[in-house]
């Protein structure tokens, strides 16, 4: 029971609202919406990501994801997935609106092939009109903590550094810049992108974000569902992890047990 009381009281807030679980899921890559629902079940993920022009969100003619992925029960929470220029990501997030009242955003504006780092020009353009417009902006950005000071100065809610590429599965290529957003900013900080493995989103916790957002490392699984459950527990361990705090590193042994009067 104390576990659960803390567990329960250990939220986090952007924009006003508050959250559970520290796990962000993605909505695309899976093979169809059904296991899309399983897998985002089984994560325990409380919002979840919808790249606006990927995803059918108006056809009611063919299949749709609130169908299977309710928005009564999940944050959406619509990016810019595939956006390449400020205008297009711009254009995205107020189609979005106007079809479903989103105004809570993830704004991504992607460089060329074959890494699609994050356009910071283009993204610092697109977050300054979008905020003009009254967005919630959670932003996707380099792992460049003056760059992230600066959107957060310009008053996106969220702050979102990459791992490693998107979809590489490398992990957190950059551990000491994603640290020092984090002791930086006052803002919510999550990893975004990069994640492949449960140990990676682990470490992502354990340095100190408040949240990890992925994809492909559930969808691209050999077992999508059985990934999103250990997905779900490497972030309440990471975060249980970070909560405790680790031991001193030492350069020498330390046994547990003594070492002197011991008998025979």
């Keep these: 029971m104390a576990d659960g009381i803390q567990q329960a009281e250990d ?5 006003g609202r508050s959250f559970r679980s520290r796990l962000v899921v993605g909505t695309g890559r ?23 022009r990927r995803v059918n969100l108006s056809d009611s003619s063919a299949p749709m994801l609130q169908d ?9 929470l619509p990016n810019t997935a595939g956006c390449f220029t400020a ?33 910071m020009k283009a993204t610092l353009e697109a977050a300054e009109a979008l905020i003009k417009d009254g967005f919630e902006v959670m932003v996707y950005c380099a792992d460049d903590p003056v760059a992230a000071k600066r959107l957060e100065e310009m ?35 999550l990893v975004d992108a ?14 100190g974000c408040d949240a990890v957002l992925l994809n492909s490392a559930i969808a691209h699984a050999r077992d999508p569902v059985r990934m999103a459950v250990a997905m779900k527990h ?11 705090g680790r031991m001193p590193r030492s350069g020498a042994a330390d046994p547990s047990s003594p070492v002197s009067g011991l008998i025979g």
């Design 11 to 15: 939220t986090w807030t952007v924009a």
């Design 155 to 189: 008053g996106c809610v969220a702050i979102m550094p990459l791992g490693a590429p998107i979809g590489s599965g490398r992990g957190i290529a950059n551990p000491f810049m994603i640290r020092a957003i984090i002791e930086q900013s006052k803002v919510p900080v």
């Design 87 to 119: 205008q297009d990501a711009i254009r995205t997030l107020r189609l979005a609106r106007e079809a479903g009242g989103w105004n809570l955003v993830k704004l991504e504006v992607l460089g060329p092939p074959p890494f699609l780092y994050p356009d």
């Design 234 to 244: 490497a972030v309440i361990a990471g975060r249980a992890s970070f909560l405790a």
């Design 194 to 207: 990069g994640i492949g493995t449960a140990s990676e989103a682990a470490q992502a916790m354990e340095l």
């Design 68 to 76: 299977h992925v309710p928005p009564d029960r999940y944050t959406y």
């Design 30 to 52: 899976y093979k169809d919406l059904e296991e899309t629902a399983r897998a985002i079940e089984a994560s325990g993920a409380e919002m979840v990501t919808v790249a606006v």
